[in-house]
């Protein structure tokens, strides 16, 4: 089975911070580019950020200089470090992979089920 899981969400205070993490599942031998996007309630899901298997990065406009994407190919894992939050961070956030190698078999677009992260004093 083909799985991303989330950890790390929760209720944080403005100006906190939260380390979100996403590991693949064992039947995956490798994996493209990673990313992070959040869903606020009555909006679109939007990119937060992406890194490359390479470790290139980008990041949405609304995180940069607060949030810091990384990667660790050999555990297959992906983490999102979120500082200063800010109350218009919360949100759902699910972890993406662009495509994934199991065997000789290659899938597109994997998500996970999603974390809840809320900032509230």
């Known amino acids: 089975q083909v799985q991303l899981v989330e950890s790390g969400g929760g209720l944080v205070q403005p100006g906190g911070s939260l380390r979100l993490s996403c590991a693949a599942s064992k039947s995956i031998s490798s994996i493209g580019a990673m990313g992070w996007y959040r869903q606020a309630p009555g909006k679109e899901r939007e990119l937060v950020a992406v890194i490359t298997n390479g470790g290139t990065t980008n990041y949405a406009d609304s995180v940069k200089g607060r949030f810091s994407i990384s990667r660790d190919n050999a555990k297959k894992t992906v983490t999102l470090q979120m500082n200063s939050l800010k109350p218009e961070d919360t949100a759902v956030y699910y972890c993406?992979?662009?495509?994934?190698?199991?065997?000789?078999?290659?899938?597109?677009?994997?998500w996970g089920q999603g974390t809840q992260v809320t900032v509230s004093s």
């Open positions: 993406n992979a662009e495509a994934v190698r199991i065997g000789v078999v290659v899938r597109y677009d994997i």
